[in-house]
């Protein structure tokens, strides 16, 4: 193994060269000589960013020239694609709840990001995405790698910015990072032509802001506080349901006071997953289509639901007029586009979760909600999570064994499908920082370089990428950002040779016909995984080894790791609430008779 | 409101909402917008963009066709853009609103009297008189201007070419 090369990149790439061979002595830049790109990277430092993902082009050049010319300390980390470091800075910015930022060229090198600004749009995420661009003379008239990328992310960012003239880049930058990280967190980008960033740039480096359209804060409305306290004060079987803004906001700690005073149970959505412990008496794990029994079924008998910093979304309520129709409907949430979006609701209030929660927690008391807690334990007990262990060897064992080896203390970051859910129903989250998944968008690819910039944020935590073959293959070419890197990130494949989880859909409600799912031409994980420096690959093909083959990724923490674990290959998750339909059409397990087709569409 | 005279110049106006957008005037606004309408399914009838009093901010004036039960929404989802200073559905009630219409009517000599009585019953002045031509200009609210086009449909109508709405708030409101 050639740990030298694999040591010397890793210097050069903290040093910050972008390309070997091109060694630039930077001249000390002082104030007045700024160009548009150095002033720009001069925002970033004035922002504390730390780390840069990116991969350059023409449109660019001068953009990677100032991080080499101003000497920053922020690291540019060099990708293999734009999409892996779009997850990469999504990862980063979960874990830390800081933006993560992405550099690109113009072109394919901008539309290569839409998935992951998609991706952080959908589910609330705080990104900067900076473009390179043709030079402005030429916008508009098909210039080589022109692509109108204000034009096509602007459906999926929360702002953007096309720069016109070189000295709004101070102002640009700070107000990009302003709007991506307050009020409800989303993707800014900011695109700019080269001959932009190219020329002087004369302006003062902090510039006043100039949003006069945004103002993310919004005092608590104690009024709407009472009524829910009110509400709360009647309920006999309440629940409440956590969403990912409870971990926006930071408010984990508030809504652990509020269900404890109340002694009411507690949900959350998939991305809501480390808001409250799942290893918490009260709590009910995951709702939703593939959420646990118990917590569907105390959605259908609660006479109150209250949900802070959810979007009350369609994979959670199925059927809308069906979804607790007969209890009080409450909605905590900083977005009031997204009060009575979905379902109407009898109170609400609009604001940050953890102030809210700390307001509404001194106006309650404890519920008398033994009964009702006695009532969902039994359903715990009689509809629990289970798997069996012996024939094939299952995702479920292995992420169940997991689980119990991390003690739920890892990072687990998931790629979208079967495994995911099952990941999802064994992984207990107890960290708030514990659990990273694609919720609105559903993006596969986005798990293991999601991990990566998980294990940028946080280096001494073990950081596990539970991923598929199908997702896998779609962003592993980052092998190459985790191995240069020494990133311990362990990816665990599970592989079951399909694309399961469409799969699964096909065999219940299209007859069993299989069309684009099968996955044969599968590459050997691991064995692909040594082809890169410095990274390791194990395979687990029986339950017996499950603990051992673990138990040596976790312990080899020079480079990534690659478990391609050879599973069952038609195996079905389960609870399930078909598409569309109602929480009581809740299937337990696989059906006896032929299933009607989804009516919702995903 | 529609009126009951069918023909094809009028807008037709059911579950018609006029909203207006008080924005900070920069590249992109109006695309952000319409993009929250389009995704929603809502029309939009007529528009009008003009710079407000403080040149640093814009006016639009928009006109639009949809289900009323997703209204509240799609105001929330325009206030919520970053640009968006204020976003507010107007009825009649609460705003005056006004819009103007060029019509010109192909009319010679034996027709243009009637054409001319029409006219002034409406308040529209003639701004363009040919042998064979006239234009008459009208403003009104949409449905004053409706009637004036049923009235004239009788006539040849070579071109009508409307503003589209603008309102202001009554009272000491703003819009
Ligand atoms: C980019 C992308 N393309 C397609 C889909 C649709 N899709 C959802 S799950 C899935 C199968 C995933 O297969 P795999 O990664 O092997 O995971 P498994 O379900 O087998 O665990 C597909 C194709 C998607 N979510 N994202
Ligand atoms: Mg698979």
New interface residues.
């Given amino acids: 193994m050639s740990t030298t090369t694999t040591e010397s990149k890793q210097k050069r790439a903290s040093s910050n060269a972008p390309t070997p061979g091109l060694e630039v002595k930077g001249p000390a830049v002082s104030k007045q000589m700024l160009d548009g790109a150095q002033a720009l990277v001069k925002g970033l430092e004035r922002e504390g960013v730390e780390y840069i993902w990116g991969l350059s082009g023409g449109a660019a050049i001068p953009i990677f020239d100032a991080i080499v010319t101003t000497g920053t300390k922020i690291k540019l980390v060099l990708v293999r694609h734009e999409q892996g470091a779009t997850h990469i800075a999504d990862g980063y910015a979960r874990v830390t709840g800081r933006p993560g930022v992405v550099l690109v060229t113009s072109g394919p090198g901008a539309t290569n990001t839409v998935t992951g600004i998609l991706t952080a749009h959908m589910d609330s995420v705080p990104m900067v995405v900076l473009t390179g661009q043709t030079i402005s003379p030429m916008l508009g008239k098909d210039a080589f790698q022109e692509a109108d990328v204000?034009?096509i992310t602007?459906?999926v960012v929360?702002?953007?910015y096309?720069v016109?003239k070189t000295n709004d880049i101070p102002r640009i930058v700070k107000e990009a990072f302003h709007?991506s990280n307050t009020g409800r967190p989303g993707p800014v980008l900011i695109d700019i032509p080269k001959d932009i960033s190219s020329a002087p740039c004369t302006a003062e480096l902090d510039p006043p802001m100039?949003?006069?359209?945004?103002n993310p804060v919004i005092p608590v409305d104690k009024a709407r506080v009472m009524a829910i306290a009110e509400a709360l004060r009647k309920a006999k079987r309440p629940v409440l349901l956590a969403g990912h803004g409870v971990l926006i906001s930071r408010a984990w700690d508030s809504l652990r006071r509020l269900a404890e005073t109340l002694q009411a149970p507690v949900t959350t959505t998939l991305l809501g997953k480390g808001a409250f412990p799942e290893n918490h008496p009260l709590s009910l794990g995951m709702l939703g289509m593939h959420g646990t029994a118990y917590a569907n079924k105390a959605m259908v008998e609660c006479d109150l639901v209250m949900s802070i910093g959810s979007r009350y979304d369609d994979r959670i309520i199925g059927q809308a007029p069906k979804f607790c129709k007969d209890a009080v409907r409450i909605h905590i949430d900083i977005?009031?586009?997204e009060?009575?979006?979905m379902i109407r609701v009898h109170h609400w209030c609009v604001g940050d979760a953890g102030e809210i929660l700390d307001e509404l927690t001194q106006h309650v008391q404890r519920l008398d909600t033994n009964d009702w807690l006695n009532h969902l334990n039994g359903y715990k007990k009689k509809f629990p999570l289970k798997y069996k262990k012996y024939g094939g060897l299952k995702m479920q064992y292995i992420l169940d064994e997991l689980d119990k080896l991390t003690g739920c203390n890892a990072i687990i970051s998931t790629d979208v499908g079967q495994h995911q859910m099952w990941s999802a129903q064994f992984n207990k989250t107890t960290r708030p920082d514990g659990w990273l998944s694609s919720g609105g968008a559903g993006t596969m690819g986005y798990g293991f370089p999601a991990a990566i910039g998980a294990q940028f944020a946080k280096p001494k935590d073990q950081v596990w990428a539970v991923v598929g073959d199908g997702g896998f293959q779609m962003t592993m070419c980052e092998l190459a950002t985790a191995a240069l890197h020494k990133l311990p990130v362990k990816v665990l494949v599970l592989n079951n040779h399909y694309l399961g989880m469409v799969r699964q859909w096909q065999e219940l409600f299209f007859d069993n016909r299989e069309s684009g799912v099968n996955l044969e031409g599968n590459p050997d994980f691991a064995k692909l995984a040594e082809c890169y420096p410095g990274a390791k690959g194990f395979t687990l093909k029986r339950g017996a080894d499950i603990r051992k083959i673990l138990k040596r990724a976790m312990d080899y923490n020079d480079g990534p790791s690659v478990i391609n674990a050879e599973v069952e290959k038609a195996d079905n998750v389960y609870p399930m609430i078909p598409a569309g339909r109602a929480i009581e059409d809740m299937i337990l397990e696989a059906p006896k008779y032929k299933m009607e087709k989804p009516t919702g569409s995903t | 409101m529609t009126t009951s005279i069918a023909n094809p110049h009028i807008a037709q106006s059911t579950g018609n909402h006029t909203i207006s957008v008080y924005?900070?005037n920069k590249?992109?606004v109006l695309?952000?917008i319409a993009?929250v309408f389009a995704?929603r399914g809502y029309n939009i009838e007529s528009l009008v963009v003009s710079p407000a009093m403080d040149g640093q901010?814009s006016r639009m004036t928009i006109g639009l066709s949809g289900n009323p039960e997703g209204m509240?929404?799609i105001i929330?989802?325009t206030?919520?853009?970053?640009?968006?200073?204020r976003c507010v559905d107007h009825t009649d009630e609460d705003a005056v609103t006004k819009e103007l219409a060029l019509v010109k009517i192909g009319a010679g000599a034996g027709q243009r009297a009637e054409v001319l009585q029409i006219g002034e019953h409406f308040g529209c002045k003639t701004v363009d008189l040919t042998d064979t031509s006239m234009i008459l200009q009208c403003t009104g609210n949409s449905e004053k201007i409706d009637a004036l086009i049923g009235m004239l449909g009788k006539f040849r109508i070579i071109e009508l070419v409307r503003t589209g709405k603008v309102l202001m708030a009554r009272g000491d409101g703003l819009t």
């Fill in positions: 204000f034009g602007m459906p929360k702002h953007s096309l016109k709007i100039d949003l006069p359209g945004y977005d009031a586009a009060i009575n979006k | 924005v900070t590249p992109g695309a952000r993009q995704r901010f509240e929404q929330k989802q206030s919520k853009l970053i640009d968006v200073l």
